[in-house]
């Protein structure tokens, strides 16, 4: 059951109503007219008890809010998922890795869940987390030389500690996640808001009226005097147990997705360790190792980074547009300033002496 605060409440409290020059920093808006996001409107109550107060992001498959958990007096987060088989594999997945990670200290793992009702008699999934901060990719820029180096040995530990499970995960910058310090009991949303911006928000644009009431709302936006330099590893909905064959076997973003899986070649340990060593990188140069959109380009980038690709894998190829032979051509020569070498380099002649 969903609930409203009075008009006042909406108009002067919970945020402000911006033009549609906003709409692009939102999620899709056809995906509520399709019946898979839930809307939300700030300030409404969710089963008598979650207060939402601004939006913290979204997904393919979900939309996540920060709410106020009225019975117990704190700020929490509620990630919203979709309709059906891809809403409920997160929640089979949290409950795989609890069952068989001995450590989850740098895992987000729920601490409830409930389902909420829906568009054509479908039920969201709704998981209940610690709320947390701004993700390493967000974020990782305005922090310190040595407090992105403190990022990758706790990333490090949350994958050993998925890894000592026998599970294996999809790691992206996206899915990490900086903490953020709690604000005390009895604080204000007005003073809330000072801290992570008020809530920019627009009534989703349909065609049609939709069953409920629901805003695109931008995510807040917290002062870095909130963030905390402590990371988790989040969003578990591809994780899988170690020796499973999957039909989707390219990682996206594919900037951070080994080569092999872009070969045919389902993902495992090794995997992981590559998406952690794109993240190494990044943390440690300042920007991705690896550019594209497309598999092809960033299959590209690798190649002219790192060098070919083994010659065995040739004919695999199973990624968007076309191969390029030159990727398998074992005698290919880099060219000097595109190499890792030079990337670490430069990175060095960039950081300060103090770092």
């Not at 920093?25 to 008890?49: F, H, K, N, Q, T």
């Not at 793992?109 to 479908?122: C, D, I, N, Q």
């Not at 989703?204 to 917290?222: C, F, N, R, S």
Request: net charge negative.
């Amino acid at each position: 059951m969903a609930t409203r605060g009075n008009n006042t409440d909406c108009a002067s409290i919970w945020g402000d109503f911006v033009g549609s020059d906003d709409e692009d920093v939102s999620e899709p808006a056809e995906r509520y007219d399709e019946g898979l996001y839930y809307p939300i409107c700030i300030g409404e109550i969710l089963v008598d008890r979650y207060r939402i107060e601004h939006k913290l992001g979204h997904g393919g498959f979900s939309t996540v809010w920060m709410v106020h958990d009225m019975f117990g007096n704190e700020d929490v987060a509620l990630k919203i998922m979709t309709p059906g088989h891809s809403g409920e594999q997160e929640f089979a997945a949290q409950n795989m890795i609890a069952s068989a990670a001995q450590d989850t200290s740098c895992l987000l793992l729920y601490r409830e869940t409930f389902l909420l009702p829906g568009a054509s008699h479908k039920y969201h999934r709704v998981l209940v987390f610690p709320l947390l901060g701004p993700s390493l990719q967000t974020y990782a820029s305005s922090m310190s030389t040595a407090a992105r180096r403190s990022s990758a040995k706790q990333l490090l530990q949350a994958i050993k500690a998925l890894h000592d499970g026998g599970i294996y995960a999809d790691i992206n910058s996206a899915n990490i996640i900086y903490g953020l310090a709690p604000f005390k009991s009895g604080t204000t949303i007005a003073t809330k808001y000072e801290y992570l911006g008020r809530p920019r928000k627009m009534p989703i644009p349909t065609d049609e009226p939709m069953w409920k009431d629901g805003q695109l709302v931008m995510p807040m936006a917290p002062h870095s005097s909130l963030v905390r330099e402590t990371i988790t590893l989040a969003d578990f909905g591809l994780a899988i147990k170690s020796g499973t064959s999957v039909e989707g076997k390219i990682q996206s973003p594919v900037i951070y997705c080994a080569p092999e899986r872009i070969h045919n070649v389902d993902p495992g340990f090794a995997s992981d360790m590559w998406s952690y060593m794109c993240i190494f990188a990044e943390l440690y140069l300042g920007f991705p190792m690896f550019c594209g959109a497309g598999h092809s380009t960033a299959v590209s980038f690798m190649v002219s980074v790192l060098g070919p690709l083994p010659l065995s894998w040739k004919g695999s190829y199973r990624g968007d547009g076309q191969h390029d032979e030159s990727w398998y051509a074992q005698t290919r020569v880099l060219e000097p300033r595109l190499t890792l070498e030079a990337k670490v380099m430069h990175a060095r002649d960039n950081i300060s002496p103090t770092e």
